[in-house]
Nanobody, 120 residues
Framework: QVHLVESGGGLVQAGGSLTLSCAAS????????MGWYRQAPGKQRELVAD???????NFADSVKGRFRISSDFAKNTMSLQMGSLESEDTAVYYC??????????????WGQGTQVTVSS
């Protein structure tokens, strides 16, 4: 079994900063990529940022220049440093890991989500 746990969510003022962390554990053969997604009420879940084993990163246009993603795949962890937060960043943030559980089998796994609320 693979499980992911997010932490670091909370209430923050507009313009402030917050850092989210994700830790994956369980039957992990090899991590492929990890990413952060968010879902606001009435909206579909969207990619915020992700990072792969080669250090390649993708960001949503709305967070470029404000958010930074980092990972330590040896520890199966990932962090999202969020700065200059805006009310539009309010959402439940989910950690996703794409990983091999054996040599040939990979799947996506999701955390339970952590609420980020930005007060304007």
């Amino acid at each position: 079994q693979v499980h992911l746990v997010e932490s670091g969510g909370g209430l923050v003022q507009a313009g402030g900063s917050l850092t989210l962390s994700c830790a994956a554990s369980g039957s992990i053969f090899r991590m492929i990529a990890m990413g952060w997604y968010r879902q606001a009420p009435g909206k579909q879940r969207e990619l915020v940022a992700d990072i792969n084993g080669g250090g390649g990163r993708n960001f949503a246009d709305s967070v470029k220049g404000r958010f930074r993603i980092s990972s330590d795949f040896a520890k199966n962890t990932m962090s999202l440093q969020m700065g200059s937060l805006e009310s539009e960043d309010t959402a439940v943030y989910y950690c996703k890991a794409r990983l091999y559980t054996d040599f040939t089998t990979w799947n996506d796994y999701w955390g339970q989500g952590t609420q980020v609320t930005v007060s304007s």
